[in-house]
């Protein structure tokens, strides 16, 4: 029997835990042939989705697939991205989340150093500094 990935239930849990902490949940996604998303939004191949409640319509989060419906630009749009190809789930006000690995699905910190002797997934609740004031923070994969 394949073993189930742990991705999917990491993501479910950070997003829990930022809707319980009043905090926006944000992914970012590494987009490719399998990700139903905005192009014109895309940017370097990547793009970074509000996932809160009030942001989205008929959220999913499955073990295979997040999907929903939102709005840009007034126009409403259906979303679908492959879990795989999640990149990180982060509280936008404070930075808190993991990233993963694509190509793997590891979970990784956001704000460790990139080396290869890296810790495990640090916990939501250690201290790190928020997004930079332009935005979102950097997702650092660490293999």
């Known amino acids: 029997m ?3 990935s742990t991705t999917p239930y990491l993501i479910r849990a950070i997003y829990e ?11 970012a996604v590494k987009v490719d042939e399998g990700t139903r998303v905005p192009m014109e939004y895309v940017r ?3 793009i970074v989705l509000n996932i809160a409640m009030d942001a ?3 959220l999913k ?4 697939l997040i999907q929903f419906s939102a709005r840009f630009a007034g126009v409403s749009r259906e979303i679908s991205v492959p879990v795989g190809s999640v990149a990180g789930i982060f509280a936008k006000e404070t930075g ?3 990233a993963f690995q694509t190509s793997t699905l590891l979970p990784v910190p956001l704000s460790e150093p990139a080396d290869a002797s890296s810790s495990p997934a640090r916990s939501v609740d250690e ?3 928020g997004p930079p004031a332009g935005g979102k923070p950097k997702l650092q994969v660490i293999k």
């Not at 989060?61 to 295979?64: P, S, T």
């Open 61 to 64: 989060i499955g073990n295979d």
């Open 2 to 4: 394949k073993e189930a």
């Open 96 to 98: 808190h989340g993991l």
């Open 127 to 129: 201290p790190r500094s």
């Open 44 to 46: 370097d191949g990547e």
């Open 17 to 27: 835990w930022c809707c319980d902490s009043g905090l926006t949940p944000y992914i």
């Open 56 to 58: 989205t319509r008929n």
